[in-house]
């Protein structure tokens, strides 16, 4: 018998016992023994619930009883489940995880705690929910040198995205109607200003390059300023307009972002609609793979989570090797990256345009106003050439 620990019985929490326990004789066979939920970490009581009987309000339960193998933390924020992560871990616990937020922040330091210990700290439910992306990164691209992941890493912006191109709607419609289906929280800032992908990419990058991105160092920007006369724009010109992480490598340095990007029918990207997330991933020998499903949800994430302590079981006294380390990333200022932009101009002078910024691509859409998109070139040339020009009313990375 393999004993679980959940910390945390929200959403994702209550989510892992009810997967570990519809799922008890897969999950056997798979792992070779029971695996079975012991206890359950909340402040909360749940009178009534089907697992009430699991409850304790004292970590020192859990910490303390040599019988429990695995934990799952799904407590979110970083204070009390960095403290209670340490411990498991220093007591030889392996602690599998969908907080986002402590992965991001001391992924590094809690692989190694879990190494020196002969356990493990999985994170696959940290990054697009039920999508499986850090394991293959890990284990079926391990003979890959990726050198690009971009994606949709947030479910939340893109549904409130599709809305807006599907219904020409603005941006506080789709908003109001995002938090009354429950997608968007109240306080929706995490989500629009594109936090969550933030930690998400940090994450991903640090994986790619086998040292931390501190989410701090990313340039993050979120869909808020948006609006219908870009994705009108969009649409004339067979593009759709997505919420992009990205962390690339290219000669000029190690880049990672988050943007509102234009996206042409050419990437499988424009085709992620609604609340599905998708990765895709670039490296030198396999070229391009893409991992899609849904990104968040009680089912999908808590899936993932089940998907760590069933590996973490096979593995009981061993650590299975993450390439990360705690030595910083250099990430280059996003003015160095060379790309195109979409520039829209409020009156203006197409020949004024020529002048500054010389071949462009003119689209017209709109009344009292055109737009045009620029050839390649890096941000800090955008920035001097755009500075030249009046009315320019809003740009859009391509």
């Not at 061993?318 to 829209?344: E, I, N, S």
Request: aromatic share 8%; proline share 3%; net charge negative.
């Amino acid at each position: 018998m393999i004993n679980v620990a959940v910390f945390g019985y929200g959403t994702v929490g209550s989510g892992v016992v009810e997967v570990i326990n519809d799922n008890a004789e897969l999950i056997s066979k798979r792992v070779g023994d029971d695996v079975k939920v012991k206890y359950i970490l909340d402040l909360r009581d749940f009178p009534g619930d089907k697992y009430e009987n699991l409850v304790t309000h004292n970590v020192e339960d859990i910490l303390g009883d040599p019988e429990i193998s695995i934990i799952c933390e799904t407590m979110g924020g970083t204070k009390v489940p960095y403290d209670y992560t340490k411990r498991a871990l220093e007591a030889g616990k392996s602690v599998c995880t969908s907080n986002k937020e402590m992965v991001a922040a001391y992924g590094a330091e809690l692989i190694a705690l879990a190494a020196a210990n002969n356990c493990n700290y999985l994170f696959e439910a940290s990054v697009g929910g039920g999508i499986p992306i850090i394991r293959p990164i890990n284990e079926c691209l391990t003979a890959e040198k990726i050198d690009c992941i971009q994606g949709i890493l947030n479910g939340t912006t893109n549904y409130m995205l599709t809305k807006m191109e599907n219904e020409g709607a603005a941006y506080d419609d789709v908003l109001k109607e995002a938090q009354e289906k429950g997608y968007a929280e109240r306080n929706p800032e995490a989500d629009v200003e594109g936090f969550d992908a933030c930690r998400k990419i940090a994450i991903l990058s640090s994986l790619m390059y086998a040292e931390t991105v501190n989410y701090e160092d990313i340039y993050v920007e979120g869909i808020t300023k948006i609006t219908p006369a870009d994705f009108a724009y969009a649409k004339k010109m067979g593009k759709t307009i997505k919420l992009i992480a990205m962390s690339k490598e290219t000669e000029d340095g190690k880049f990672a972002m988050v943007s509102p990007r234009m996206v042409g029918s050419d990437s499988p990207l424009s085709a992620v609609k609604d609340v599905f997330n998708a990765i895709l991933v670039h490296s030198n020998m396999l070229d391009y793979s893409m991992y899609y499903g849904r990104g968040a949800g009680k089912l999908a994430t808590a899936s993932a989570v089940v998907g760590d302590v069933i590996e973490a079981a096979k593995n009981l006294g061993k650590h299975l090797p993450l390439l990360w380390d705690a030595k910083k990333a250099t990430v280059a200022d996003k003015d160095a990256l060379v790309q195109q932009y979409f520039v829209r101009v409020s009156g203006g002078d197409k020949a004024a345009v020529t002048a500054v910024f010389g071949n462009v691509e003119f689209v017209e859409c709109v009344d009292g106003e055109f737009a045009f998109v620029t050839e390649a070139m890096s941000e800090a040339d955008y920035k001097v050439k755009a500075a030249k020009l009046s009315g320019i009313i809003g740009m859009i990375r391509m």
